[in-house]
């Protein structure tokens, strides 16, 4: 059975890839994880206030430089710039999967094409972009927005050889169209989505209380809907991400166009051996429907597939609202 995909124009062995996280911490723990089957590891995500002026004196030093406690109340999550290369050749020269390094910002400026430049000298095979941001001026129009995020993408792929990914928010007025947009600019990918962080309140001490949550297999609708608009519309590589616990969601993300799914939160919950129950359920599933590649069912159910999509977007969303029995 051949569960060989491409991703990135990175050859993968599966199309399981552990999502941005402290896995790529511990170089045992990426070995662990290969040995289990991981086709792909990304690393911890680099913030852009790590690298831009907050963090500019830490791009030659491993640790903050004394009395600098820009981090402090996050040091349990930090990882300074030149830790962070160094942490890529480590990873490099631990494994022989791919390392695809994570950067994460919402107005990077003009820091990660030099930031980029370095992690690809330090052996990245890839660059994951997540343009965290939550608008809340209203003086910041959606295009404004967008523009932004095309520049820098654009920006990145004429300074670097190696593929550029974006993991893309469901919060755009136009989804489509901007992916189309970042494929334009170079983009060698999408991810979708991106999960946002959403605090809970505490009603006792009357404040907002920080929350992070594990994702399931309930958030994976969202994911599959856009994957099968995706699919025909781009060229580059498109990856599920949040949502996928079971083998199930992986065929799901696969057949409505994804190359490659995102895990994190499974590992989290079962540790690395859930790789091997998640390849095994795949490999049953496709003999018992007897496929040998995955490329003979990648995208079989995506929206190009349907002769009138918009048509049938409307009558499948009329038929849910009527579906409900009191």
Not at 80 to 108: C, E, H, M, W
Not at 126 to 133: D, P, T, V
Not at 162 to 189: M, R, T
Request: charged share 20%; hydrophobic share 45%; aromatic share 8%.
């Amino acid at each position: 059975m051949n569960l060989a995909t491409h991703y990135l124009g990175l050859y993968l062995r599966n199309p399981f890839i552990v999502g941005a996280s402290p896995f790529g911490d511990d170089v045992s723990v990426a070995r662990e994880l290969q040995d289990a089957g991981a086709a792909a590891l990304i690393m911890r995500s680099l913030f852009e206030e790590q690298i831009g002026p907050a963090g500019n004196n830490l791009l030659t030093s491993a640790t903050p430089a004394e009395g600098d406690d820009v981090f402090s109340e996050f040091a349990p999550y930090q990882s300074f710039p030149a830790r962070y290369i160094r942490q890529v050749g480590y990873l490099k020269s631990a494994v022989t999967i791919p390392v695809i390094a994570s950067l994460n910002g919402r107005d990077p400026g003009g820091y990660w094409p030099e930031f980029a430049q370095r992690l690809e000298g330090a052996g990245a095979d890839a660059i994951e972009l997540n343009f965290y941001r939550v608008v809340t001026d209203p003086a910041i129009a959606a295009d404004q927005v967008e523009t932004e995020m095309l520049r820098t993408v654009g920006s990145l792929t004429s300074t670097v050889r190696i593929p550029i990914s974006v993991k893309l928010s469901p919060f755009h007025a136009s989804v489509a169209q901007l992916a189309v947009a970042l494929e334009l600019e170079g983009a060698a990918g999408i991810s979708v989505f991106d999960r946002f962080y959403q605090p809970d309140i505490n009603i006792d001490e009357i404040e907002a209380q920080p929350h992070l949550r594990l994702s399931d297999s309930a958030e994976l609708p969202l994911r599959l809907r856009w994957l099968a608009i995706l699919s025909p519309l781009l060229s580059c590589s498109l990856a599920a991400t949040g949502g996928v616990h079971t083998s199930a969601d992986t065929i799901k993300a696969l057949l409505t166009g994804a190359h490659a799914v995102e895990v994190v939160s499974v590992l989290l919950k079962h540790g690395p051996s859930v790789l091997g129950t998640l390849r095994q359920g795949l490999e049953i599933w496709m003999r018992e429907h007897n496929f040998s590649e995955i490329s003979q069912f990648r995208g079989m159910l995506d929206r190009a597939r349907c002769p009138d999509p918009e048509a049938f977007e409307r009558a499948n969303y009329i038929r849910v609202l009527q579906s409900w029995q009191a």
